[in-house]
């Protein structure tokens, strides 16, 4: 049984494996290029993140990263959704998780999001 999961992003179906415990997810030359033969309704641009994997010498190669799409994860209708608590930043490492998350921004591992998300 294959691990990869069918996902839509940008509206067009593929098929991925996601590392949860990765900070970013890749896709592959082929699969990006599947995706824009079947036009994929998203924008991309250049980044300079270091991406370096467990096993290489030196950064993988990325040439860009997907913005303005929605990814579509298809979910088991039998399992009862659970929402977690809120769970807070203790005090004393307020300002090492600030840091970091200016750093995650800066590195455009993550973006600031001004509106509800659905």
């Known amino acids: 049984m294959s691990d990869d999961i069918k996902i839509y992003i940008g509206g067009v179906e593929t098929s991925v494996l ?3 415990g990765a900070t970013c997810n890749i896709l592959d030359g082929n699969t990006w290029n599947s ?3 079947n036009k994929i309704k998203c924008k991309t641009e ?3 993140v270091k991406i370096q994997g467990y096993s290489q010498n030196g950064n ?3 040439l860009g990263k997907l913005k303005h799409f929605q990814l579509h994860i298809p979910l088991n209708n039998k399992i009862t959704p659970v ?3 809120l769970r807070r930043v203790p005090i004393a490492l307020q300002e090492k998780a600030d840091k970091k998350l200016q ?3 800066l590195d455009a591992i993550i973006e600031k999001v001004e509106h509800p998300t659905n």
């Open 35 to 37: 995706l824009k033969q």
């Open 103 to 105: 750093q995650m921004e």
């Open 18 to 20: 996601i590392d949860s």
């Open 60 to 62: 993988l190669k990325v």
């Open 83 to 85: 929402i977690q608590p």
């Open 46 to 48: 250049l980044t300079d």
